[in-house]
């Protein structure tokens, strides 16, 4: 199993930008976002395929938020950007896709979560 580390949720108003960062101990073939607020159903957000480099993005965050990775292809950024109370959840880092699409969430590993809450 892929060990996973994410950093980098906070507190924001909106309007602000945070940058999520996840560090898998080792590389994979897609990593990707999802969030999760208390008492709904979690939501895809963005992934990136390590081989390559192609990225997919919820309708929600399509062009404010940026899935990137870096050369290693061990680390991957969500840099959120525009943010609004919509956007306050617990992020999760997901890597290793099993099969089908990345919004089915079939990932082999998961990462404990990072909060983010964006003000009004």
């Known amino acids: 199993q892929v060990q996973l580390v994410e950093s980098g949720g906070g507190s924001v108003q909106a309007g602000g930008s945070l940058r999520l960062s996840c560090t898998a101990s080792?590389?994979?073939?897609?990593m990707a976002w999802f969030r999760r607020v208390p008492g709904k159903e979690r939501e895809p957000v963005a992934a990136?395929?390590?081989?390559?480099?192609?990225?997919f993005y919820a309708d929600s965050v399509y062009g404010r938020f940026t899935i990137s990775q870096d050369n290693a292809k061990t680390t991957v950024y969500l840099q959120m950007n525009s943010l609004e109370p919509e956007d306050t959840a617990m992020y999760y880092c997901?890597?290793?896709?099993?099969?089908?699409?990345?919004?089915?969430?079939?990932?082999?590993?998961w990462g404990q979560g990072t909060q983010v809450t964006v003000s009004s």
């Open positions: 990136i395929l390590s081989g390559g480099g192609n990225t």
């Open positions: 997901a890597a290793e896709l099993y099969a089908g699409s990345w919004r089915d969430a079939d990932f082999g590993s």
């Open positions: 080792k590389v994979t073939n897609c």
